[in-house]
């Protein structure tokens, strides 16, 4: 069994900040690809960062400059740094992780979810 646990949402005033981090446990052989997604009320779920085993990076145009992506291999852990927080930011953030359990069983795994609201 694999799980991610997300922290640090919550609520933030337009042009803060918040961390967010997500830890997988359980039965990881190796961790390839992680991630961050949000959904907001009424909208699809989008990609926000992802970031390779490697340290190569992605982000979506609506927040490159404001947010960063690391990870630390050590942990098993990815961190989405938010700065310059704006009310459209505001969503249900997902943690994402392609793990695998063993040499032959590669799956996706995504985390619960963690609220950040952006409001004054």
């Known amino acids: 069994q694999v799980q991610l646990v997300e922290s640090g949402g919550g609520l933030v005033q337009p042009g803060g900040s918040l961390r967010l981090s997500c830890a997988a446990s359980g039965s990881v052989f190796s961790i390839n690809g992680m991630g961050w997604y949000r959904q907001a009320p009424g909208k699809e779920r989008e990609l926000v960062a992802v970031i390779g085993s490697g340290g190569s990076t992605n982000y979506a145009d609506s927040v490159k400059g404001r947010f960063t992506i690391s990870r630390d291999n050590a942990k098993n852990t990815v961190y989405l740094q938010m700065n310059s927080l704006k009310s459209d930011d505001t969503a249900v953030y997902f943690c994402?992780?392609?793990?695998?359990?063993?040499?032959?069983?590669?799956?996706?795994?995504w985390g619960q979810g963690t609220q950040v609201t952006v409001s004054s």
């Open positions: 994402y992780a392609r793990i695998s359990t063993s040499s032959l069983y590669t799956n996706n795994y």
